[in-house]
């Protein structure tokens, strides 16, 4: 996962805004008419083509997401408003998130701008939320079919909103343990295991620094991951250097 707040202070995204704006016939709450693929240049290069959610890579001709879907029965309101779009690959915007936005409280649904204040979504939205204050990584094997994966998990001693918000998001995407899920097709068996191959190595450096923050284990992490700089374009790597993970195997 991918902290995208940073994102709003970018000079692309700043660039494309400005554009936006420009072309904007009224507030974006009063209209459907605007062009939110402005965004998508600004998007790829900020995320480094990964997808905010699941990391896997972007395209030009994935998805610009209206996170609170623009559908006529749910948020039509938030079609042209900039706040409400994120970058996300097909398989995250198309397959799984699809018009699914679950809420806390259903009831509180809002139907204008003004009615967002009472609204509490149970999914994550990278480009809003602080993502560290609400997963952590995990290294398992799969129960159910002993596959080596790196799934996201709820941050341990989180409180018990933050987690239905946390493991909502998880399930939705299908991200997580696949032994928790119902349906073992919901989870995205290849693209975790590929997660682990790339990152396990330099987990088990980062565990080792943890456990003992000498100068050698220091130096010895930041060789590693040096040794690979193509990491560096993962989310996931901020999670291993703040030592929010576990190697459950």
Request: aromatic share 12%; net charge positive.
């Amino acid at each position: 996962m991918i902290n995208m707040r940073p994102i709003y202070l970018d000079a692309s995204f700043q660039k494309a805004l400005q554009k936006f704006h420009k072309k904007l016939p009224q507030e974006c709450y009063e209209t459907t008419d605007c062009e939110w693929s402005l965004f998508k240049k600004a998007f790829l290069k900020f995320s480094k083509y990964k997808c905010p959610i699941c990391e896997d890579r972007v395209r030009r001709y994935d998805d610009i997401d209206h996170f609170r879907p623009k559908e006529e029965a749910l948020y039509p309101f938030l079609k042209c408003c900039y706040q409400n779009y994120i970058v996300m690959c097909s398989e995250c915007n198309r397959f799984y998130k699809k018009s699914n936005f679950p809420l806390l409280n259903p009831t509180q649904k809002a139907t204008s701008v003004v009615e967002l204040k009472n609204e509490k979504p149970l999914l994550v939205n990278p480009m809003h939320d602080d993502i560290f204050e609400l997963f952590q990584l995990e290294f398992i094997v799969s129960n159910k079919n002993n596959k080596k994966m790196l799934v996201v998990a709820p941050k341990d001693g989180i409180d018990d909103e933050s987690r239905q918000k946390a493991q909502a998001t998880i399930e939705l995407y299908g991200i997580g343990n696949c032994d928790d899920n119902d349906k073992i097709d919901d989870c995205r068996i290849d693209l975790l295991e590929n997660h682990y191959d790339q990152f396990i190595e330099l987990a088990k450096r980062a565990k080792k620094y943890f456990e003992d923050k000498t100068e050698r284990n220091r130096v010895l992490l930041g060789k590693k991951i040096k040794e690979k700089p193509s990491l560096e374009k993962y989310g996931f790597v901020e999670f291993i250097k703040k030592g929010q993970f576990k190697i459950a195997i």
